[in-house]
């Protein structure tokens, strides 16, 4: 069984960096073609791609926000970590990690989210 | 702004089929798989149709999913009122070399 969680703050205050951590079981990040993507949605918007990892400590990264967030894994530990730098109100969102697919896109398991609120 | 364009919203009656769109480019739909999502609030998205027209397990034969060129299409037949939800479609762009979600679109069963 696949699952995944996000944790973290659920306030943050602006300018400060924030990092979410995704704990996931069922799977591993040291097997070929597995990926971790971090996925958002500020409350009445769409959903937002942010960045992904692979097996190989391949990323990519949203082009938007590229200069403020980082990926990483703990392939060991079961662990995908997003960084982000410099939050802003806008940043206030729902964020989800995912399992990749191979074609490009979030498969079918995914964590609850976390909801986190950026103000002062 | 989305890189992939939906209709905001649709609507159809109960029991009636719906088809919504998503419109993208050479870089993301005319050359990438295609997944489809549906997201109630305050649950995780539930994906319904990947590598445009595959459906995971659980996933009922109302849905279906296709392709044409850079657009993409989610069918839905034998609408429900458990069907009301919004839709999101996503796939890889490769010029960007990330991927995108379509904006959203909110169906209503009426």
């Known amino acids: 069984q696949i699952t995944l969680k996000e944790s973290g703050p659920t306030l943050v205050k602006p300018t400060q960096t924030l990092t979410l951590t995704c704990s996931f079981s069922?799977?591993?990040?040291?097997?070929?073609?597995?990926?971790v993507a971090w996925i958002r949605q500020p409350p009445g918007k769409a959903l937002e791609w942010l960045a992904v990892?692979?097996?190989?400590?391949?990323?990519r990264y949203s082009p938007s926000l590229k200069s403020r967030i980082t990926i990483t894994k703990d392939a060991s530990k079961s662990l995908v970590v997003l960084t982000m730098t410099n939050v802003d109100p806008v940043d206030t969102a729902t964020y989800y990690c995912?399992?990749?697919?191979?074609?490009?896109?979030?498969?079918?398991?995914w964590g609850q989210g976390i909801l986190v609120t950026v103000s002062s | 702004q989305s890189v992939l364009t939906q209709p905001p919203s649709v609507s159809a009656a109960p029991g009636q089929k719906v088809t919504i769109s998503c419109s993208g480019s050479?870089?993301?739909?005319?050359?990438?798989?295609v997944s489809w999502f549906q997201h109630l609030p305050g649950t995780a998205p539930k994906l319904l149709i990947y590598?445009?027209?595959k459906r995971p397990s659980g996933i009922p034969d109302r849905f279906s999913g296709s392709k044409s060129g850079t657009s993409a299409t989610l069918g839905i037949t034998g609408l429900q009122t458990g069907d009301e939800a919004d839709y999101y479609c996503?796939?890889?762009?490769?010029?960007?070399?990330?991927?995108?979600f379509g904006g959203g679109t909110r169906l209503t069963v009426l």
């Open positions: 995912a399992q990749w697919i191979p074609s490009g896109t979030p498969g079918e398991h």
């Open positions: 069922g799977f591993s990040l040291s097997t070929p073609s597995v990926a």
């Open positions: 990892i692979f097996w190989d400590d391949d990323k």
């Open positions: 050479s870089s993301n739909i005319g050359n990438n798989y």
């Open positions: 590598d445009i027209n």
């Open positions: 996503a796939t890889w762009d490769t010029n960007l070399s990330a991927g995108v």
